[in-house]
């Protein structure tokens, strides 16, 4: 009997899932989900941003990706609520990232050697500092045929997402 009742479960799990039409929220969660994953859509996203910014080396590239990519790997998030309106949505949600706000990497007054320097040493403070932050995010979203999509972040949003705001 039990070998027959498995199947039949897994089988009404599948064709139940796979009928339910996707919701705000579910849009939200999977693009969070991305970046916890490390995607590669979001992660040629970041190595675009980080390749374009002159500021930092070769090096100092590499070891600012290192810090980013743990911030997606360790951000925690809760959903809280979805205002739909039509076509368009708003979901609020509750993320949780190390606190990298405090982290300036500019100094006027540094040679470019002693810039570098700088630029590792708080780097470096980056990937090890453990303070958490917590921001609420109003993420837009928007019904394209039957899916529902987050539209583009702002820069405030992606900068909270990388703790930096």
Known sequence: MKKIIIPILV???LVGCTATKATPKSAVEDMLKKYQSKDDIVMRQLDDV????STYNDNLKSEYKKAIERQYTDLTYDIKDDEINGDNATVTVE???YDYSNTNSIDPTLDKE???EYNLSVIKSMQKTKERIKYTLDL???KDGDEWKVDNLTDTERKKIH???
């Open 11 to 13: 089988f009404l799990f």
């Open 50 to 53: 980080i390749n374009s910014d």
């Open 95 to 97: 993320i949780e990232v």
């Open 114 to 116: 002693e810039q570098d």
């Open 140 to 142: 837009t979203v928007t």
């Open 163 to 165: 703790g930096l705001y």
